[in-house]
Nanobody, 124 residues
Framework: QVQLVESGGGLVQVGGSLNLSCTTS????????MGWFRRAPGKERDFVAA????????DYIDSVKGPFTISRDNAKTTVYLQMNSLTPEDTAVYYC?????????????????WGPGTPVTVSS
């Protein structure tokens, strides 16, 4: 397993932006596909976005396609989630996750390492 720590969450107004970061403890993340998930208050954890080991392939839920961008910098062992045009429906705790494979997945159970999460609150 790899240790993951998210940062960049906070309080933002509707239409605002945040850039989440996920830093890792491992020397390389090239062996990992990475994902972002979120848990809204009172709801189950949901998939948001994922990126393949080299960044060539990405996947998003329909509601964030366009406003959100997932990216990675393997040299810095960091994964990012740029979130634009935020709405109250994006309010949640956001989690970074890693799976030991090259390819993306929307299934949380396929990820073996998780960060503690960073809260995002979008106020109207």
């Amino acid at each position: 397993q790899v240790q993951l720590v998210e940062s960049g969450g906070g309080l933002v107004q509707v239409g605002g932006s945040l850039n989440l970061s996920c830093t890792t403890s491992t020397r390389t993340i090239s062996n990992y596909a990475m994902g972002w998930f979120r848990r809204a208050p009172g709801k189950e954890r949901d998939f948001v976005a994922a990126i393949s080991w080299n960044g060539a392939s990405t996947d998003y839920i329909d509601s964030v396609k366009g406003p959100f961008t997932i990216s990675r910098d393997n040299a810095k062992t960091t994964v990012y989630l740029q979130m634009n045009s935020l709405t109250p429906e994006d309010t949640a705790v956001y989690y970074c996750a890693a799976r030991v494979t090259w390819y993306t997945s929307r299934e949380g159970y396929e990820y073996t390492s998780w960060g503690p999460g960073t809260p995002v609150t979008v106020s109207s």
